[in-house]
Each structure stands twice: as C-alpha cells, then as structure tokens.
C-alpha cells in the first residue's frame, strides 16, 4: 500500500500563493507518475497538473496553467504544487494521486493511490 499526505492548504487573498506538498510512504515508487487534482463544492472532481516519473513531462489544466508549478524530488518521495496568482475559483480540496503508469495522465482513473485532501480557499 501507499500512503499519501498533503499539507500547505489555508486560507489566502486572491493575488496570494501557496504551496502544497504530498509526502508518499509505504510501498511506494519514483518509478510513478503524479497527479493534483481538486474538488470544489457541488463539482466534480478535476484534473489540475501532473508530473513524468522522472519529471522531464508535466500537464497542467487550462485554468491554471502558468500560474501552478508542478514539482519533485524523487529522493525524498514528495511532490509540490506551487501556487501563484490564486483565484477565488481555486478554492477546492487538492488531492495529491500517484498514478498507475509513469507518464503523465490528466483522467482520475489512471491513478489508484489517493490522499485525503487539502482544502484550499481563496478569498476575494
């Protein structure tokens, strides 16, 4: 099994930043693509950004594209998702994902470890 923790939600302005990390534990593998993805009140879950295994390739969504930054550090087993220039529409609960293959997926059902979210608010 594989353990995943996210930390770095809160409260912030829009205009603001934030950055979240995701911890994996347990039988994890660098070898593995990763995934944010959030879920907003009343919506459904959606894709956000992901990262290659080896971090060479990374995805982003239309809506935050150019202003999320997708990271890694293999050694460590983390993952970031640096935040800049939020919006009162980034408010969600993140969730950090690793994926079943190592290449880069934007569909929720190409990953199987899952954590338990962060919430995220952007005040206006």
């Known amino acids: 099994q594989v353990q995943l923790v996210e930390s770095g939600g809160g409260l912030v302005q829009a205009g603001g930043s934030l950055r979240l990390s995701c911890a994996a534990s347990g039988r994890t593998s660098s070898r593995y693509a990763m995934g944010w993805f959030r879920q907003a009140p009343g919506k459904e879950r959606e894709f956000v950004a992901a990262?290659?295994?080896?971090?060479?390739?990374?995805q982003y969504s239309d809506s935050v594209k150019g202003r999320f930054t997708i990271s890694r550090d293999n050694a460590r087993n983390t993952v970031s998702l640096q935040m800049n220039s939020l919006k009162p529409e980034d408010t969600a609960v993140y969730y950090c994902a690793q994926s079943k293959t190592g290449l880069v997926a934007d569909q929720s059902s190409e990953y199987n470890y899952w954590g338990q979210g962060t919430q995220v608010t952007v005040s206006s």
């Open positions: 990262i290659h295994w080896r971090g060479v390739m990374t």
